[in-house]
């Protein structure tokens, strides 16, 4: 027996509390799945399929009435109801405060049914999972970052990576202004950083299905695109601080930046010797064994400092996968003659836990708020600004002979960093459901238009 902390009375329980989590994440990945080989079948990328099944899973089972999926649909509505109870809230208080004085009752009355406590299991459960995944996804996009790389970025891959980030930024905070000027200047900017993010992996695959992977324009994007990656993470840092301070305060941004700055330049210097004596201190391990224990070790290192920083963990996770090499394992002994790379050895562990986000968040998009003109307006603007400020980025390209329409195309998609941007800003409750359900019809067209686009463009070209 325990207590149910929601109705206050005693939750009776013959089963075991694991089934429920293990259902429902179970549910998520059949999801994922199935929207994954749609998604190949078709020719697009995985992330759209699984966003793809998330919103149809998660709005056709709510208008049938499946509860789990008006839970989940919530975000992270729970845990904020849980830290208002905490502070001495009572439950109805708290569900009013979260969720409004009309969805806030019916929410909580459900909670109090016979599956409620199943409910919040599940809920707790794939939150995790999905932060999880976030964390070794960016980890993964470190891992496939060389900083030599970064030292050898050409003037042109600057440029474009610079204005790839400035352009969308200004462009859409400028939209969200015009069309929710009721909302404050932070969900503005947290719009614009969502614009600002590119997601390579997707132009990366249409240029090598056309054999351009080695053409000029090819190493320009993929140049941008790393500078991009650091730029659009440090932007992140800096709005997810103003958010946190609640200032928009020149001295209090100056802080932000500084802190981000400062935690970037730490990292670098001294990350290299926490790797050193992670290795000291399990060198008893096998090649295997060690591998994935000190990447482990290290990235969540990273990523709990990064948010002792005040920024979010994902920079910390990048910054994992950036420092650490195959290389500082190179003299470990390996008796088996088999070697493992890291980026292999955490393969599972994303394939797993990284759907599990992209479904969450198709999950969480309502398609009763596109009912609303504003949100309506706000997707089609934000649309158009994505297209628009990511072409522009093209105009950094010096060099006539390069398509520099094919270069902007290239940097269109926003994937799944745009998504792991525009989540932050919900959970931290700056973006409202209205705005992220925007900001994904957003990253599901410019996923999917990119492919056709960034062929014709590159077909003109020659």
Known sequence: MAMDPISGGVAVSHHDPIAPVIFGVTLILVAALAGRYG????????????????????????????????VLREGTALMDMADLTLAGASWEAAAVSVMGPVDGPPFLEMLRGHAGDEYLQVAHAVDIFSRYGVIFLLFHVGLDTCVAELRRVGMDSLRVAVLGVVAPFILGFGAAWLVEPERGHVEHMFLGAALAATSIGITARVLQ???????????????????????????????????????????EILRTVLLAGLFIAVVLLLGPYIIELLIKLLRHLDEMEAKIFISFIFVMILAWLANLMGLATIVGAFAAGLLIME????????????????????????????????????????????????????????????????????????????????????????????????????????????????????????????????????????
């Open 39 to 70: 998604a190949r079948r078709l020719g697009q990328a995985s992330v759209l399929g699984e966003l793809v099944m998330g919103v149809l899973l998660g709005n056709l089972l709510y208008f049938f009435g499946y509860d789990l999926m008006a």
């Open 209 to 251: 299905d056309l054999g351009k992977q080695n053409s000029p324009e090819a190493s320009v994007i993929l140049g941008a695109a790393v500078m991009d990656d650091v730029l659009g993470l440090v932007l992140l840092a800096v709005v997810s601080g103003i958010v946190v301070s609640d200032s928009l305060h020149l001295p």
């Open 327 to 462: 290389s500082h394992f190179h003299d470990w002994e390996n008796s088996s003659g088999v070697s493992y790379r890291i980026k292999d050895l955490f393969a599972p562990l994303e394939a797993i836990l990284v759907p599990i986000f992209f479904v969450l968040m198709g999950i969480q998009v309502k398609l009763e708020t596109f009912l609303d003109w504003q949100v309506l307006a706000l997707a089609v603007l934000l649309t158009v600004v994505a297209v628009v400020g990511k072409v522009v980025a093209g105009l950094g390209v010096s060099d006539h002979r390069m398509s520099r329409l094919a270069v902007g195309i290239g940097m269109m998609p926003r994937g799944e960093v745009g998504l792991v941007f525009a989540s932050i800003g919900k959970n931290l409750g700056v973006i409202s459901a209205g705005t992220f359900s925007a900001i994904v019809l957003m990253v599901m067209i410019t996923t999917l238009a990119t492919p056709p686009l960034l062929k014709v463009a590159l077909r003109d070209s020659r």
